[in-house]
């Protein structure tokens, strides 16, 4: 019995046992059947259990990184070992799903083999390993808020945009308003729901019935009204705004690149005249500054000749490359293309290139500020009348009767607002950065003390 383990059927009812062999020196048995020394397979097993310290045994995956396994002790055929750059690319890749993207190891997986242009597709599960080696883990992320508005390079953006405006206003003594002496649009996008309502209202507590309402305001909120729009500092054209239904056929669920261009063509520029020096300003949104889609893969060559043939400033980019081109990869050449149109995108977009054509000046509000957005305010007023509507019309006749509440006085109290904002803070960013220059004129800045109302205050939160 001592050479033999015991084994219990747990299947039947009744206790069965039954036996199999085991020798008593499991080395002496191998050597005996196998014809190998002893001596040998003590030589063998050491040398396999030095190569499993060092790669992990045969078809494990190998160390972690977290362990303290450095580059030249894990497995050659792994992923980051095969493409050195993978670290930094999955960490871009992490970087950009932070904003609210949706990474997955599918994804992923998908992403990097265009990206590296691989002749076999990275598999999810090849990817998974990669992952963990590096020591990523799949969880759920905590969401944080972080306040960038006063990071320096936004601020620096937002004292440009400030200098812009105080360079392009006029004070009217007569209205009390600031208005731009230059022909200006202010554009954005917003959206609404087909069954939104105004959720506060009278209610009487004792009845618990008339503490609530019928529709619920998170649920059946019906369908999504993509809406476009645009106030112009030298006219009141309402005919810039245009919605539409998330419901209808051929109809997009939310604003894309091809909507704003459409848009601009249709209902912004013909009211800016050309070669006036008029300016069109739009948010940072990235259905807003898109170029195309084939730049994402293409080869180092193929950049190049785009962003030579492209770029408004061709001389500041042959001097960039001449400095930035040598002794450098394809890889690294193409990040390094790629990071030039990120850092110059402004000027690369399919909006830049038409306005310029149009012989308009297109120009983006600083990041993380919607104050110096005008068009904000009109939002906020178009979507409280509509909130105000019978919620059993139609979403157009709704949104037809909101825009009807917008008069010419709002639009000019609107860029009044945002232009007295724009001075204010260009007068605080001024008193601390003296290399800029002096202090604006007192008469000029004004004072901008008028606190919005709580429907108004609304749009420094929108979107």
């Not at 506060?200 to 476009?228: I, Y």
């Amino acid at each position: 019995m001592t050479n033999c383990e015991a084994h219990h059927d747990l299947r039947r009812r009744t206790q069965k046992m039954y036996y199999k062999w085991r020798p008593d020196d499991v080395r002496k048995f191998a050597s005996e059947i196998s014809g190998i020394s002893e001596t040998e397979l003590s030589k063998l097993e050491r040398e396999r259990d030095k190569d499993d310290e060092k790669n992990g045994p045969a078809g494990w995956v190998m160390p972690s990184l977290r362990t303290g396994a450095t580059r030249s002790e894990v497995n050659k055929n792994a992923l980051e070992v095969i493409l050195p750059d993978m670290d930094e690319f999955i960490r871009d890749e992490v970087e950009k799903a932070r904003k609210g993207g949706h990474l997955t190891v599918k994804i992923l997986a998908e992403t990097a083999t265009k990206y590296f242009s691989c002749g076999q597709p990275i598999k999810p599960q090849r990817m998974k390993r990669c992952l963990k080696r590096l020591g990523y883990e799949y969880q759920k992320r905590a969401g944080k808020y972080v306040n960038r508005r006063n990071e320096p390079e936004n601020l620096e953006k937002l004292k440009d945009f400030c200098e812009w405006v105080y360079n392009n206003v006029e004070y009217n003594s007569t209205t009390g308003l600031y208005s731009f002496t230059i022909p200006v649009a202010f554009g954005d996008g917003a959206n609404e729901y087909t069954k939104s309502f105004r959720a506060r209202s009278w209610v009487l507590r004792e009845v618990p019935k008339l503490m609530t309402c019928e529709k619920s305001r998170t649920k059946d909120s019906g369908q999504r009204l993509n809406m476009l729009g645009a106030i112009y500092g030298n006219s009141s054209d309402m005919n810039s705004f245009t919605a539409w239904n998330s419901a209808q056929k051929g109809k997009n669920k939310y604003a894309k690149s091809g909507d704003i261009v459409d848009h601009t063509v249709a209902h912004v520029l013909p009211n800016l005249p050309p070669e006036t020096g008029a300016v069109y300003v739009l948010d940072n949104a990235s259905n807003n500054k898109k170029i195309e889609e084939n730049l994402q893969y293409a080869s180092s060559d193929d950049l190049h000749d785009w962003i030579n043939e492209n770029d408004p400033a061709p001389e500041r980019f042959q001097k960039w490359w001449k400095e930035n081109s040598e002794d450098k990869t394809e890889k690294q050449l193409q990040q390094a293309l790629r990071k030039y149109l990120r850092k110059n995108i402004d000027e690369f977009t399919e909006l830049y290139q038409l306005c310029r054509d149009w012989t308009v000046k297109l120009r983006y509000l600083p990041a993380y500020y919607p104050e110096c957005n005008p068009i904000e305010l009109i939002w906020a007023h178009i979507k409280a009348e509509y909130k105000r509507t019978d919620v059993n019309l139609p979403w157009r006749q709704r949104l037809d009767i909101a825009h009807e509440k917008i008069t010419d006085e709002m639009i000019e109290k609107s860029f009044d607002r945002s232009i007295r904002y724009c001075l204010d803070r260009l007068q605080e960013l001024r008193a601390t950065d003296i290399v800029h220059g002096e202090v604006p004129n007192e008469d000029k800045a004004g004072v901008y003390d008028d606190c919005p109302s709580d429907e108004e205050a609304e749009w420094l939160n929108d979107e």
